[in-house]
């Protein structure tokens, strides 16, 4: 007993003559800690620049000006210029709560009920390539990670192949493709003069790409410039493709979206198939569900035969299993509900009509407010062009004019997100781009 008292005794006074050395040096203060802090091992990383799209809205919010408009990022609002959640969503939502379903890992390539109801929704119930098992497809983080999915699969698989890409395009696409390693360039898409496609020039560029490179397509609603081959157009570029042996990837990000129609939407991809080429397609949900935040998509391959299917699945899922693990489950069953449930897959349809309807309207309202306010310039791309934007050919002095005069906010390539406008606003659009043709 005595010897503990005096072993706390001793630990007692140490820890006093510790507070006195501690109070006798009192410059041992937070500047000697930062002296003797080594520089950053990444003192030498650049800043990254904004992303041009996702910056416009940053912008927008940092705006004071009760007039702003936000018409760069490319998400669907109601008249009242909100956020939409679709009643199929909240109902397929609440069939999912009722189930009481648990929160495990899905499989690498994803929601079967899901990738089954997407392959219907590309080509079609019962087509034959789903007959024949030629068809494989991955859930992936919605559009986006579909694409990048599809470009880590031509890196490993298709080396040496050069994506061709359209001029313009969706700023993301460069990234995708460029971050992965693929080589890419541009094949030329919109002729300016004629606001309309440059048909004479994508088939000279396609012509002169080497035999087994890659063409990305936009399968409807083209982003930036709402301008889409016709039906002989496109009938045109499959046949191209075959001859020179390109591969078709097809960036479906608007299917029902672009007419309000998802087979009129998916022309395209199911044109190529039917003329016997193997395609690539990337799939989202984003905008013709509006579940953007929960990132629902797909990586679809239609190939010649089953065995080749089977195989390529295996390997978007080797590839699958480094980049993510697996999906997420939450939006992949809400599609799924939705697409495979017959009285919910027929309100989508309505409710996706009713969006479409609603940008084509407004499209004719900004069209009709230009030419009571311009009658001297052509404003008829402007109903010409389909899907969520406008390629309104403004220079990117005039889009600065846009921005900091009328805080229009916009991406400076000239496009506007017409999801953005409602009717109450037209007259003040009209009169930012009349301000900004004549006086920029
Ligand atoms: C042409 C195009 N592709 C792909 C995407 C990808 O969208 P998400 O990743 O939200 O599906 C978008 C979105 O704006 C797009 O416009």
Redesign the pocket.
């Known amino acids: 007993m005595l010897q503990i008292a005096k072993m706390l005794q001793n630990v007692s006074s140490r820890a006093a003559g510790a507070r006195h050395v501690f109070s006798a040096r009192p410059v041992c203060s937070r500047v000697n800690f930062q002296a003797v802090r080594a520089a950053s091992r990444f003192a030498d990383v650049a800043q990254a620049p904004p992303d041009p799209i996702l910056g416009v809205s940053e912008a927008f919010r940092a705006s004071t000006n009760p007039n702003k408009l936000n018409l760069g990022v490319?998400a669907y609002r109601d008249e009242d210029l909100k956020p939409v959640v679709l009643n199929v969503v909240k109902k397929a939502e609440g069939n999912i709560f009722s189930r009481n379903e648990n929160k495990e890992y899905l499989s690498i390539e994803g929601l079967e009920g899901f990738r089954r109801a997407t392959v219907d929704l590309l080509l079609g119930q019962g087509h034959p390539a789903i007959q024949e098992g030629r068809v494989a497809a991955i859930q992936s983080l919605?559009?986006?990670g579909s694409?990048r999915v599809g470009a880590a699969f031509i890196a490993r698989f298709l080396k040496g192949a050069t994506v061709y890409i359209s001029n313009p395009t969706?700023g993301n696409h460069r990234n995708i493709f460029g971050d992965e390693g693929v080589e890419w360039k541009h094949y030329r898409y919109f002729d300016a003069a004629t606001v309309g496609l440059d048909f004479k020039g994508l088939t000279e560029d396609l012509t002169a790409a080497p035999p087994g490179s890659v063409v990305l397509l936009?399968g409807c609603a083209h982003?930036p410039t709402g301008v889409d081959p016709t039906p002989e157009q496109w009938a045109a570029i499959a046949d191209l493709c075959k001859e020179r042996n390109l591969l078709p990837f097809f960036?479906v990000?608007y299917q029902g979206f672009a007419t309000g129609d998802l087979d009129k939407d998916a022309f395209a991809p199911r044109l190529f198939v039917e003329r016997g080429l193997e395609i690539l397609v990337s799939q989202?949900y984003?905008k013709n569900l509006g579940l953007?935040g929960e990132r629902v998509?797909a990586l679809v391959m239609v190939v010649q035969d089953k065995e080749s299917a089977t195989r390529c699945l295996s390997q978007l899922k080797r590839l699958a299993r480094a980049l993510y693990s697996n999906p997420p489950t939450h939006g992949a069953k809400i599609a799924a509900e939705v697409v495979n449930n017959k009285e919910l897959f027929d309100e989508w349809k309505v409710e996706m009509r009713g969006m479409a309807g609603r940008i084509e309207r407004v499209r004719g309202e900004l069209q009709a407010a230009l030419e009571a306010k311009c009658p001297q310039k052509d404003w008829s791309f402007i109903t010409r062009q389909i899907g969520m934007f406008s390629f309104t050919g403004l220079s990117p002095a005039q889009v600065d004019n846009m921005t900091n005069k009328h805080a229009v906010y916009m991406t400076r390539d000239g496009r506007i997100s017409l999801a953005g406008l409602n009717s109450a606003k037209v007259e003040y659009l009209a009169d930012a781009i009349v301000d900004s043709v004549r006086n920029c």
């Open positions: 490319g919605s559009g986006t694409l969706w936009h982003n960036d990000a989202s984003s953007y998509g």
